[in-house]
């Protein structure tokens, strides 16, 4: 019996039509981290301003980190639900299952959870910029469960990350959904092309 749905944020529940990437911008000129460990730092530490990154990757001031932070914040702002998005909550809502999201993020881009309207929906919420864990850390997984308060076989995952949002979950039992919103879905996997989809599979 499915008691909970965790899902992932950015690509499952809101998509970002802008996406200028002022993190990933800043992270190319860190000469004391390569590309990817200085990406794992933006996700797993509260950095509410860029300014703030910078500082963590001990980059000298930069002169553009105006403009940057002015484009990040133009992004969130154009953020925006996928169409299926607010039905499925609400009728999960009114089975009264379970709902919580699990998302690599920067900090600021948490605001869409609110801005969007999501939050009054999530039983939990858990952000990699928070907990410092980043999927697919089984551990980012368990510590949602241990919030939800369900077992690992009562709850579905469902992103569009195959190794975040299903591999991931997988490890722990928990079944794992992916959806590809765009191309062709692979017949051998658990692949749903819409939220509405899920609905049919609970």
């Known amino acids: 019996m499915i008691e909970a749905v ?20 800043l992270a190319r000129r860190s000469q004391s981290y390569q590309l990817r460990d200085a990406l794992r730092l933006a996700l797993t530490h509260d950095c509410a301003k860029l300014d703030d990154y910078v500082q963590l990757l001990g980059l000298p001031p930069q002169p553009d980190l105006d403009e940057l932070e002015q484009a990040l914040q133009n992004d969130i702002s154009g953020a925006a639900l996928f169409d299926d998005t607010l039905a499925v909550m ?3 809502h009114g ?19 609110c801005t969007q309207g999501l939050e009054s929906y999530m039983d ?14 089984t551990a980012i997984y368990a510590l949602a469960l241990d919030k939800l308060d369900v077992l690992p076989h ?49």
């Open 154 to 202: 009562n709850a579905v995952m469902v992103g569009d990350s195959y190794p975040c949002d299903v591999v991931g979950p997988g490890k722990l039992g928990i079944i794992g959904t992916h959806i590809v919103r765009s191309g062709a879905p692979d017949p051998k996997s658990n692949t749903i092309v819409s939220l509405a989809e899920l609905l049919v599979k609970l």
């Open 6 to 25: 965790i899902f992932d944020l950015y690509g499952t529940l809101v998509h970002l039509p802008g996406n200028t990437q002022p993190y990933v911008t």
């Open 124 to 137: 939990a919420t858990i952000f990699s910029c928070d907990c410092g864990l980043k999927k697919p850390d």
């Open 95 to 113: 089975k009264r299952i379970k709902t919580a999201v699990i998302s690599n993020l920067a900090t600021p881009y948490k605001a869409v959870l």
């Open 90 to 92: 609400e009728h999960l």
